[in-house]
């Protein structure tokens, strides 16, 4: 007979290897050929409602790791809501208008100026389709669920309407309005940025100290004196109409070399040692209120530049004394606007000078510095020029420097209902919390904002102008307006004049003869993306406003989180979210941004070609996404170790239950052994905690308890000892029911718990098991945790005897390190305890030297009495020898006993009787 022959071994065709890159497109296929996502929304149909609403990417280029960690996160999410009790709906969008389409076609070929406006947007929108069913497919291979083929997109033509009626609902409240004003103006775009829009990098400046000639020093300063400032924009000195100091500061007038000069008290010493001052006197101090309306002289034109008190004045750097052009700077601007001085911005839309600016006609603005300079220097009233580094405004997409620059834009006022913006956010629930103050205090500090843009590629402003120029917006034209875009989109806007636009026999008063013309500036894009609480959650059957999750990256704060706030609390008067999360941005192993030009980026596809999707997702449940996270080739190589245990403890569950059915098999829990009742107690406190942290958005968490108790409680315990019962009692043994009870339980909890995260894993594990009604995990519910019988007290009592266990286990390792044994079971194990831990073991009805997988146990005395030759550990002195007797030729167990059988004398009489009873009929 070939007792191997009588071994129950693990039978099971889920394959070791996991060949995600293979299989996980099959298993997607599957999916689509089920419509996975219409069935769980029908199966969870009429439960409470949980909406994520997705904020769109952004229809260009493939996605990136920074896109696969925010739509994975939002899958787990969505996942886990459908698991648990809700109806959760997942309707992905993309944010498809504005320059970077428009680059990338001229960056094609695409000649702009050859095509009508009308054609242009056509190939817009033929691009913009096109990156969508290309990142579609890319987001769908991370085994994303969601509503794919009924996304929402900004372009479409249902979309723009509703945003229509967001701007004019905005306008009627009094909260849109024109107005000349200094923007964020990109000369490389040719158009007025938002805030959202710019980043800081450093750039390299002139750094000047001016001297202007006092004019009328209205008795207070003497006619020869002069007043310094300085500036690192030379370029805004043809825009100068004014000096600003502060009201509470003290000044003095510094006679230096026959000279007299005016600066602030605080910076005497600073401005001495830049300028190289070193016989100065202080001749007269006075308050920086007693200066105002004081007349000084532009150094370069002649003309009058006011001295005027403002509090944005400060003593950080400078002179104190602050150049002032209200075309160029808002803080400029506002006391311009005190004090009655025009808004002189002698700037074009490409950055180069006009004729405002005499001697300086057809530069462009950055190249002006060097010739304006000359001239400060030639008319005496350059004191310094020098070089400084420091942080300036770029164009977020171009990476080009940005100017201020005064131009009429169309505008959404803030201030008129800033109160309850931050009464929304705090009323908000913000993860990481301190997310609420960083949105609270750019609310708080933002001024009015920019909404229109010089671009052609985006939805149109919706504003006719009578013959008198004045803007027209009514109920009727909005409403008339969005019907249009809805029935035949935003394009309609350039291919008809605006009489044709205009609803039926439509008159105003500011246009008499019936003429009017349209407003050719199209919206900002954030007012778009901005405007979806309205275009997808109002406007589909499937969604609800407010959503109760806007979840995206740390950036957003100050673009979607923000534009969606400022609109739908304008318009609804309530936030459009009940919560926020945020993540951070995704960084290389070293914690370096992601660069082609390093050639540290990691591709999201290539990481599903070469390990799978899972594998991904797996990183993402891994990391503290709250912050940036890293990842690198060695990172993911650890989270697919990681992953081959999780998948061979499936393999080892699903082998070894074979011959299981629950509905005949299983045990009841009151009637285990204590060691299967404590591994149950475990399950059901890990799917407590896996719940809790689902409920937390604390998937780290989730990811470190599955893995250890993969490894720890199953594989590196409870599954190790188990094999002597599984492998060899025979089928029916209560014993053995008992364990494969606990295995079951384990196996159908497991899957589940991590289906949000392992979604392609998990369905193909549910596949193999035997006796389940849902053809996908995906349609079961999370397990519900359990209270137990004696659960704590079992915890205690068997983590007490897991601590005596290492010490053996520790024992074990020297001993075959010194080569008394070999494998555990060859070994026999002698404990010397204290009462407490004898009170323990002999407590344990079970089989201790199965336990210890050792051929022989006792114990053999107290501590203290222990041989020298003991291992003196922390809860036992433990002497290992080796086991006396033969080896069983079917359990591997040392035992004197073999032998005694004629029948089968290579076996130990636990296997001899297993064989009689059972397998005979192999003999």
Same mark, same amino acid.
Request: hydrophobic share 35%; charged share 25%; glycine share 6%.
């Given at each position: ?136 497919? %890319?987001? /769908?291979?991370? #085994? ?7 996304? @929402?997109?900004? *372009? !479409? &033509?249902? +979309?723009?309407?509703? %945003?229509? /009626?967001?701007? #004019? ?7 849109? @309005?024109?107005? *000349? !004003? &200094?923007? +964020? ?23 000047? +100290? ?714």
């Amino acid at each position: 007979m070939e007792y191997k022959d009588t071994l129950l071994m693990p039978k099971t065709e889920f394959p070791m290897r996991g060949n995600l890159p293979k299989r996980e497109p099959e298993m997607q296929e599957k999916w689509n050929e089920m419509d996975i996502y219409k069935a769980v929304q029908e199966k969870t149909k009429g439960l409470p409602m949980f909406v994520l609403h997705d904020g769109p990417p952004y229809a260009n280029g493939d996605i990136h790791m920074g896109h696969a960690l925010n739509k994975i996160l939002k899958d787990f999410i969505v996942r886990y809501k459908s698991m648990s009790g809700y109806h959760a709906p997942y309707v992905p969008g993309w944010d498809t208008h504005g320059l970077p389409i428009e680059q990338a076609l001229t960056n094609k070929g695409v000649k702009r100026k050859e095509l009508t406006v009308a054609e242009f947007r056509k190939l817009c929108e033929e691009y913009a389709y096109e990156q969508i069913d290309s990142q579609r497919a %890319q987001f /769908k291979r991370l #085994g994303v669920r969601g509503d794919w083929e009924n996304p @929402y997109i900004t *372009l !479409k &033509p249902e +979309y723009e309407a509703q %945003q229509i /009626k967001v701007f #004019g609902e905005m306008a009627k409240k009094g909260y849109i @309005y024109k107005g *000349l !004003k &200094p923007v +964020y103006w990109s000369p490389s775009s040719e158009s007025a940025l938002a805030e959202a829009e710019i980043e800081y990098k450093d750039k390299r400046s002139a750094s000047i +100290y001016v001297a202007f000639d006092v004019r009328d020093g209205k008795g207070v300063l003497d006619g020869d004196t002069k007043i310094i400032i300085w500036t690192t924009t030379p370029w805004t000195i043809p825009a100068n109409l004014g000096i600003t100091v502060h009201a509470d500061l003290n000044y003095v007038v510094v006679k230096v070399a026959g000279d007299k000069y005016v600066i602030a008290e605080e910076l005497l010493n600073s401005v001495s040692t830049e300028l190289g001052w070193e016989d100065a006197s202080v001749v007269k101090t006075l308050k920086g209120s007693e200066l105002e309306y004081i007349v000084a002289k532009h150094p370069l034109y002649g003309r009058d530049s006011l001295v005027m008190l403002g509090e944005h004045v400060t003593t950080d750097a400078g002179t104190g004394c602050v150049h002032t052009a209200p075309g160029h700077g808002e803080d400029d601007f506002l006391v311009g606007k005190k004090y009655g001085l025009d808004v002189l911005s002698p700037v074009d839309d490409r950055g180069v000078f006009t004729s405002e600016a005499p001697g300086f006609e057809g530069l462009f603005y950055d190249n002006a510095n060097k010739q304006i300079t000359e001239k400060l220097q030639e008319a005496g009233a350059l004191l310094k020029l020098d070089f400084i580094t420091h942080s300036y405004p770029h164009d977020w997409r171009t990476k080009k420097p940005v100017i201020f620059r005064a131009t009429a834009q169309w505008f959404a006022s803030i201030k008129d209902f800033r109160n309850e913006l931050l009464d929304a956010v705090k009323e908000t629930k913000w993860v990481p919390a301190w997310g609420e103050t960083r949105l609270f205090n750019m609310v708080r500090d933002r001024g009015d904002w920019c909404i229109s843009r010089q671009r052609v590629w985006g939805v149109p402003i919706p504003v006719f102008y009578g013959e008198n120029g004045e803007p027209i917006i009514t109920d009727d034209t909005i409403n008339h307006i969005s019907d249009l875009f809805r029935e035949h989109g935003s394009n309609i806007w350039f291919e008809r004049d605006a009489k044709d636009l205009l609803p039926e026999g439509f008159t105003h008063e500011s246009s008499p003869n019936g003429k009017f013309t349209k407003e050719t500036d199209i919206m900002d894009v954030w007012f778009d993306s901005g405007s979806s609480h309205q275009a997808v959650l109002e406007e589909r059957n499937d969604l609800q406003r407010p959503a109760d999750l806007y979840l995206e990256g740390s950036d957003q704060y100050r673009g979607w989180f923000n534009s969606s706030l400022s609109t739908a609390v304008a318009v609804t008067g309530k936030a459009p979210y009940k919560g926020v999360l945020s993540h951070g941005f995704v960084l290389d192993g070293e914690g370096r941004k992601m660069s082609k030009s390093i050639g540290n980026v990691i591709i999201p596809e290539k990481v599903m070609n070469q390990l799978g999707a899972d594998i991904l997702r797996l990183w993402v449940s891994s990391v503290d996404y709250q912050s940036d996270v890293r990842v690198s080739d060695a990172i993911l190589k650890q989270v697919a170790e990681v992953y081959r245990k999780i998948r061979n403890t499936f393999r080892f569950l699903l082998g070894n239950l074979a011959d299981f059915n629950p509905s005949v098999n299983k045990v009841a829990y009151e009637k285990l052994r204590e060691v299967d009742q404590f591994i149950l107690v475990k399950l059901n406190n890990l799917i407590k905690n896996v719940r809790n942290s689902y409920e937390n958005y604390d998937y780290a968490s989730i990811y470190h308890a599955i893995n250890n108790f993969c490894t720890l409680d199953l594989s590196a315990f409870y599954l190790d000892f188990a094999k002597d019962v599984l492998y060899i009692e025979a089928p029916d043994n209560k014993e053995r029911r008992s364990i494969q009870s606990v295995l079951y339980e384990c196996l159908i909890n497991l899957t589940k718990l991590v289906t949000p995260i392992l979604p392609h894993t998990a369905d193909e594990v549910w596949g193999h098991i035997p006796n389940v009604e849902e053809v996908s995990v995906q349609l079961t519910s999370i397990p519900e945790y359990r209270e137990l019988a004696n659960g704590n007290e079992l915890v205690k009592k068997w983590t007490a005897f897991m601590d005596v266990r290492d010490d053996i286990l520790k024992a074990l390792e020297e001993a075959r390190n010194a080569k008394v044994i070999g494998k555990s079971l060859s070994a026999k194990v002698s404990l010397y305890v204290n009462g407490e831990t004898k009170d323990l073991l002999e407590s344990i009805s079970e089989n201790l030297q199965q336990l210890f997988i050792v051929s022989g146990f006792e114990i053999a005395g107290t501590y203290d009495a222990a041989p020298v030759d003991a291992l003196k550990l922390e809860h036992a002195a433990v002497v290992v020898a080796k086991a006396d007797g033969e080896t069983c030729e079917r359990c591997w167990v040392v035992t004197t006993e073999v032998g005694k059988n004629e029948q089968h004398p290579t076996l130990c009489p636990r296997c001899a009787e297993v064989v009689e009873q059972h397998y005979s009929h192999l003999s």
